[in-house]
Nanobody, 126 residues
Framework: QAQLVESGGGLVQAGGSLRLACTASLRAFSRTTMGWFRQAPGQEREFVAAVSYMTERPYYADAVRGRFTVSRDNAKNTAYLQMDTLKPEDTAVYYC???????????????????WGQGTQVTVSS
């Protein structure tokens, strides 16, 4: 059974930065697409960013493009989400997810991912 563990969440002022990490106990991590999603209170879980396993191409939601950077280190079985210029509307629980053979058109869908972390809280104060 795969396990994903997020870390790096916390409280930060608007304009600040945080770096989330997701370490996965997956034998085939290097062949797994890693995604980041977030869920604010009363809202549905939404796509934030993802990095593919073949080309390591990054994908971003419009709301975070230019402010967030997704990356991975296959040697450490870890994916990262660097979040800069944070805004109060970025406040949410952030989840990492893993999935294999995800088509680019589905990379933003929660249904495309097989495994999920427990989530880490990110709070941005104004």
């Amino acid at each position: 059974q795969a396990q994903l563990v997020e870390s790096g969440g916390g409280l930060v002022q608007a304009g600040g930065s945080l770096r989330l990490a997701c370490t996965a106990s997956l034998r085939a991590f290097s062949r797994t697409t890693m995604g980041w999603f977030r869920q604010a209170p009363g809202q549905e879980r939404e796509f934030v960013a993802a990095v593919s396993y073949m080309t390591e191409r990054p994908y971003y939601a419009d709301a975070v493009r230019g402010r967030f950077t997704v990356s991975r280190d296959n040697a450490k079985n870890t994916a990262y989400l660097q979040m800069d210029t944070l805004k109060p509307e970025d406040t949410a629980v952030y989840y990492c997810a893993a999935g294999s053979t995800i088509h680019a058109k589905l990379i933003g869908s929660t249904r495309a991912y097989n495994f999920w972390g427990q989530g880490t809280q990110v709070t941005v104060s104004s």
